[in-house]
């Protein structure tokens, strides 16, 4: 999102305004008035709540202090599914401001705190199994800058959204692409997001260097093999670049260049989870492109 920051700068009784384009920042407004103050950059703008985890879940606010200070900040949360919006708690968190020019504030939060005093869509208190929950529903969370001039509402907020174990974003640690039986480089250090459609489908974005390809996988909660699906969310045969997707186990198309591993590994004590994936695209016996990669999830 391109946004524009205006600092204030007191020198010898002359205020002057400077505007710039920051595309690193995820901050605004609603009346667009920086030069009044509370300039936030959410660097949490979505967590994945994981089902079974109850946390606590953290996110981070840059604070920009200009010639007026922001003071403190007020967190609200709402509850959303589908098209359902629950009650608003006005006050979930009071962050207090201290710090200088470019300061960080952070927050935690649990389970617990998220649901409570939120009502559902059946008049009720939200429930507290999280397991009674829909992938895709989150909380959000508002944030309302306090300065000497008054309160704020900063333009991005935080997504808490329900999600399964493996999705999140994830940096490539090693891959190899092969092309008719020559390699053909490799795109370690770049980052995809895996998906959750429901309790047990994921989506990988992305294929390698191309990021409009997609494709669909499931991961065995017992010995975490992951076996990639030939078919998307309507029973089409996926296609990777126009052609039919090579998948193991299974599939009609044989390996040529690799040795194919899909495999999710759990990290259950910093919950940096590694997910290896070996898929390709068939043209022609010999022409075969095949990918391996093995990617770990970035955490907070």
Same mark, same amino acid.
């Given at each position: ?6 600092? #204030?700068? /007191? ?13 690193? @920042? ?19 703008? +979505? ?10 879940? =953290?996110?981070?606010?840059?604070? *920009? ?19 359902? =919006? ?19 504030? $952070? ?15 059946? =008049?009720?208190?939200? +429930?507290?199994?999280?397991?009674? *929950? ?8 508002? !944030? ?6 008054? %309160?704020? /509402?900063?333009?991005? +907020? ?20 092969? $092309? +008719? ?8 250090? =770049? ?8 309790? &047990?489908? !994921? ?7 191309? #990021? ?26 996926? @296609? ?12 009609? *198309?044989?390996?040529? &260049? ?8 759990? $990290? ?7 997910? %290896?994936?070996?898929?390709? !695209? ?19």
């Amino acid at each position: 999102m391109k946004t524009i920051k205006i600092v #204030s700068i /007191l020198f010898l009784s002359l205020v002057t305004f400077i505007a710039c384009n920051d595309d690193d @920042l995820n901050v605004d407004n609603p009346d667009g008035n920086f030069a009044e103050g509370g300039l936030l950059d959410v660097k949490n703008t +979505s967590v994945n709540y994981v089902v079974g985890n109850p946390g606590p879940y =953290s996110a981070s606010i840059r604070v *920009y202090q200009g010639a007026i200070k922001t003071t403190s900040i007020r967190v609200s949360k709402t509850f959303h599914s589908g098209t359902f =919006s629950s009650n608003t708690v006005e006050t979930f968190k009071t962050l207090p401001v201290t710090g200088d020019q470019n300061s960080f504030v $952070n927050y935690s939060f649990t389970f617990n705190e998220l649901i409570d005093g939120l009502i559902g869509a059946d =008049s009720n208190p939200l +429930s507290d199994s999280d397991g009674d *929950y829909q992938i895709g529903d989150f909380w959000k969370m508002d !944030y309302y800058v306090t300065t000497s001039e008054g %309160e704020h /509402l900063n333009f991005a +907020s935080t997504k808490a959204t329900i999600s399964t174990r493996f999705a999140g974003t994830y940096t490539v640690l090693e891959s190899a692409y092969w $092309n +008719s039986g020559g390699f053909n480089g490799d795109w370690n250090g =770049s980052s995809f997001v895996i998906e959750s459609i429901d309790a &047990s489908i !994921y989506k990988h974005n992305g294929l390698a260097f191309w #990021s409009d390809n997609t494709y669909y996988f499931t991961v065995d909660n017992e010995t975490g093999a992951i076996q990639v699906l030939p078919e998307d969310l309507t029973d089409t045969a996926v @296609l990777l670049n126009g052609s039919p997707i090579m998948i193991t186990p299974g599939g009609d *198309y044989t390996f040529e &260049s690799i040795t194919p591993v899909n495999q999710a590994t759990r $990290n259950d004590e910093t919950g940096e989870d590694i997910l %290896e994936f070996s898929v390709g !695209y068939f043209r022609g016996v010999g022409a075969t492109r095949e990918f391996y990669e093995k990617m770990q999830k970035q955490v907070d």
